[in-house]
């Protein structure tokens, strides 16, 4: 499946979501990976929106950064209305 430029662009603004959540709590994407049983690789790939991120890794980030995964749909929404 080849992806297209939404898919791209959208992978982008949820890996900088949560780039910038992981870095606000001080943490390494190594200590990220190893809380969630990953590789860095996988963190970095996600988080520069190389890789789709999936659901249940999603959740799991989320947790790990004890933030709300409807905060990371409400900022992309709001992102989207303002063009910031």
Do not use: H
Request: aromatic share 8%; charged share 30%; with cysteine.
């Amino acid at each position: 499946m080849r992806k297209n430029n939404n898919d791209a662009s959208f992978n982008t603004a949820i890996g900088k979501w949560l780039a910038s959540k992981r870095e606000e709590k001080k943490l390494s994407q190594q200590e990220v990976a190893d809380m969630l049983k990953v590789s860095k690789t996988a963190v970095s790939y996600w988080e520069t929106g190389k890789r789709t991120i999936y659901a249940v890794n999603m959740m799991n980030y989320c947790e790990v950064l004890g933030v709300n995964p409807q905060d990371l749909v409400s900022d992309l929404k709001n992102k989207r209305k303002t063009g910031k």
